[in-house]
């Protein structure tokens, strides 16, 4: 079962430079969620998608935008990358509506240089 | 969305039983608690949810008193491997939102 897939795993950018990062879920999942882990620190909400086409703000959106390209797909675009977006992103996937157990990815390492 | 409050570390002794509480004071009705695990490099995995009084299952107890204001996850005989960050989240069951914040979860670290 392949779950929560995320591409790429690792990443290294320059300042100013931008990139999408890939994720897709086959469990049929409506919710799908892009959050970020700096070191040491626990994970923020960048966005998120209530179903297919919705998108919302989380709780650290600046800088970042993102697409749900159909009900598979949800996609984390940083149009020009800063050092301060150096970070660890987990995708993640759930049934509609709180309370339904969320599945997240193995993670994308991003370097921004 | 409730607040949670959890202690930022615990320490523990492999085969001990581990006790992480977290407070949510204002929860609210159609609330529940559910507890997610995360080992280093990993994304967090769901471990238990709960409404009320106690749930078990394979993995873990979860405790929530009458007020529902606090819950404790318990860890039987924990080993090495179950030094993790451990995640307490509020959620509204079937609620329109999916909201979830995390927080900064409870890191516990488990010496031999």
């Known amino acids: 079962n392949a779950g929560v897939t995320q591409t790429p795993k690792f990443q290294v950018l320059k300042t100013g430079q931008s990139m999408t990062l890939q994720c897709a879920q086959d469990?049929?999942?409506?919710?799908m969620y892009w959050y970020r882990q700096d070191p040491g620190m626990g994970l923020r909400l960048i966005y998120y998608s209530a179903s297919e086409g919705t998108t919302d703000k989380g709780e650290v959106p600046n800088g970042y935008n993102v697409s749900r390209l159909n009900k598979r797909e949800f996609s984390l675009r940083l149009e020009s990358a800063a050092p301060s977006q150096t970070s660890v992103y987990f995708c993640?996937?759930?049934?509609?509506?709180?309370?339904?157990?969320?599945?997240f990815g193995e993670g994308s390492w991003l370097t921004v240089v | 969305l409730a607040k949670t409050t959890q202690p930022i570390s615990m320490d523990s002794y492999e085969g001990q039983e581990v006790n992480i509480t977290c407070s949510h004071n204002?929860?609210?009705?159609?609330?529940?608690i559910t507890w997610y695990q995360q080992f280093p490099s990993q994304g967090p995995r769901f471990i238990i949810q709960?409404?009320?009084t106690k749930v078990t299952n394979e993995v873990a107890s979860l405790f929530i008193p009458a007020d529902r204001k606090s819950s404790t996850l318990s860890l039987p005989r924990v080993s090495l491997s179950d030094t993790a960050v451990y995640y307490c989240l509020v959620e509204t069951y079937g609620g329109a939102t999916n909201k979830l914040i995390f927080g900064t979860g409870t890191l516990l670290a488990v010496q031999p």
């Open positions: 709960g409404y009320k």
């Open positions: 469990m049929n999942h409506n919710s």
């Open positions: 993640a996937s759930s049934e509609a509506g709180g309370g339904n157990t969320i599945y």
């Open positions: 204002n929860i609210a009705t159609n609330d529940y």
